[in-house]
């Protein structure tokens, strides 16, 4: 009856991220485009699977991954052994990503659309194990109480000299992995690793200490995709085209032998997490696990949790992602297509669960001096911003090259002048921005687009909507705290 309450509650988390989604295309299906998409039962119960995947994948972390991996992030910041932590920090980054739904969602949808030349698991475990180096690197500076400004200045002028260098083809994607690598599964996990720390030694803040790890996870990634596609690209090169054949409509799993195979890939992708936790557990802590059966039966249900969200979201967000894309390019002018793109960010940011649960910890922490409702608000218009502006530039055919490394160096040039306690928190909120459901139904509006407007390649200007949804939140909170402190200042000198 427990786990029966607790699914519940998970479901109906679940269908208060969707509804966002749902007001927004129903808005615009009924009243803006007057009509409705042949296969919208087929879409509709695609998001009652990615829904109950969502329930089942929480309520398995609550019972086995979270709790589990918590207590190993106190004990191992109680214990103070430093190469026992970077051993820890490196597997949990490691093992939390290559389990995350929305960059299995990413990577299947960018090996299907370069034909193969980029490989969905290869390019999973490059992002995997650069999270993993920078969760390591991460630990050793709350330690150390190096700044955090310093780290994002330096990576982030290395992300920009990259980027320079990086082939067309790979940059939105590349952007895009760093922007879902932070997500429900890496969140909480690195969020307490890090604020463990931060409380457990002395002279450290959480809020100055505590945050950063998850903005460093966002932007390592960014290099390694770029190298990654320098390296893939470097002989001759194809454009970019939609190569999925499959209708929108079909699920994946045909027959019993494939939903097992599927089932396969699922367990696959979670053993990483699972064994890390184990190993640790048993071999360095020597501790068993206080209710194996739980544990084990938590991991079940995030098995069967993925494999009911990958289902889903080809019945139901990447079809409404690419359908909406389509019709609203039908319509004279794109006002509406921006306006859809506005309002997709803004309503989805805004019922983010982790934002909620940051913008109260924020508050907190910083003792009056932020508030938690203006920083969602600032969260959710830096992402209607982000994607509108990403929009604009898959339908002018702009190179992202320009957008990605000018917002980057704003983003430089506002760290080094803004408060340094909003730094941490300003970047770490630019990375969970985007949830579970979000990431594929802006993903397949890129798509979408870049498959509607003439003389754009799928590839090259279908990715990246996730990166600049990421950029701009992180722009508008490091304004905001630049003014208030400003005006904090401007009311001391006038008494």
Known sequence: MFYLEAFGRSFLHALKNLFPIILVVTFFQLLVLQQVPENSLSMAFGLLIVAVGVALFLQGLELSIFPVGKSLSNQFARRGSLPILLSFGFAIGFSAVVAEPALI???QQAQEISGGRIDALTLRLLVATSVGTVVALGVFRTIMGFPLHWFMIAGYITVVIVTWFAPEEIVGLAYDSG?????VVTVPLVAALGIGLAVSIRGRNPLTDGFGLVALAVMVPMI????????VYSGEQTGGELVNDRNPGETAATGPLTILLELAEMIRDVLPIILTILVFQYLVLRRGLSNPRKVLFGFALVILGLYAFVVGLKMGLFPIGTSMAEQLMTLDGYLFVYLFAFC????????????????????EAAAGTLNGNAIRLLVALGVAIGITVGVHRIIVGDSIHYYIMGGYLVVILLTTVAPRYIVALAYDLGGVTTSEVTVPLVTALGIGLAGSVAGRSVLIDGFGLIAFASIFPIITVMAYAIVIEHLAAGRKTAK
């Open 344 to 363: 997709i960010g803004f309503a989805t940011t805004m019922a983010e669960p982790a934002l909620i649960a940051i913008g109260q910890q924020a508050e």
């Open 105 to 107: 969602a990413v990577a």
């Open 224 to 231: 390694t995709v770029q190298l990654y596609g320098i390296v």
């Open 179 to 183: 922007g879902v690598t932070t997500n």
